[in-house]
């Protein structure tokens, strides 16, 4: 086509019709004009195109994520709670000679109640690599966008809550390494000895019953309680109430 223009354009300059050829060449610069328009278009709907693939990607992988991080909090919300109901019976027994457990009894809910650490570890693998990638601006929805990114502070928040919690966790634990208590005993009756550690069960134990009686380890258990309870109610709640609606959001964005 160009050479047909070029042609015509030669032959009006030949007749020296400067009028016609003005306009000729006009037409002629705006048929590249529109040519470099369409390409740039085209090419603009192939990176746009080829971004919202991208995107697509990083939603599917990011609602996998938090599809396992909810199962493993779901998880951890169930032992916490464990650990505060533990903590309950072990408060209910003391000052009440009545309903005092059996060693084995006490020795299972002090196992039960106070072996296992509460922390939550999020399958964050694919969103840490979009933040320090800067990958994070291929997510097109803003308030998605800014979920993701509130989603890591929160989980700094909780990480201190579960800390405050273990380190209460860690004072009852202490009382147990006293010389007055006996590990060894709550281990054998619980059946740790025998099932974690391949430690065949002592003949005759010391009593840990007396720690119902213990001040300190009321007071210990007491605080317990309340960080427990806490990091359930303030933080692990409403934890949970964000990843859903992150999920919610993730799911609208696939496909859409």
Do not use: C
């Not at 050829?21 to 705006?30: H, N, P, R, V």
């Not at 009756?189 to 840990?208: C, F, I, M, R, T």
């Not at 380890?217 to 692990?236: C, D, G, Q």
């Amino acid at each position: 086509m160009f050479k047909f223009f070029r042609r015509i354009r030669q032959k009006l300059f030949a007749e020296k019709k400067f009028s016609n050829y003005l306009l000729y060449a006009i037409g002629e610069i705006f048929l590249v004009v529109i040519g470099i328009l369409i390409a740039l278009a085209i090419n603009n709907s192939n990176q746009q195109r080829l971004l919202r693939q991208k995107e697509q990607t990083y939603l599917a992988g990011l609602k996998n994520e938090f599809e396992i991080s909810k199962v493993k909090l779901q998880e951890l919300i169930r032992v916490n709670r464990q650990n505060f109901e533990g903590a309950k019976h072990i408060v209910e027994y003391m000052g009440d000679e009545a309903s005092a457990p059996t060693e084995k009894a006490f020795s299972e809910l002090l196992y039960n109640t106070f072996a296992m650490d509460v922390a939550f570890n999020p399958n964050n693998s694919l969103l840490n690599e979009m933040i320090s990638s800067g990958s994070l601006k291929d997510i097109l929805n803003d308030s998605l966008r800014i979920m993701l990114t509130n989603w890591v502070s929160t989980l700094e928040d909780v990480a201190k809550q579960e800390n405050e919690l273990g380190m209460q966790r860690e004072k009852v634990n202490e009382l147990l390494v006293d010389e007055a208590y006996s590990i060894r005993t709550a281990f054998d009756l619980a059946g740790v000895s025998e099932d974690y550690l391949g430690l065949e069960p002592q003949k005759h134990h010391a009593s840990n019953l007396e720690l119902l009686d213990s001040n300190a380890f009321s007071n210990n258990v007491l605080i317990f309680m309340l960080t427990s309870k806490a990091t359930e109610t303030n933080h692990y709640i409403p934890l949970m109430q964000e990843l859903d609606a992150i999920l919610i959001k993730l799911k609208e964005e696939i496909g859409g």
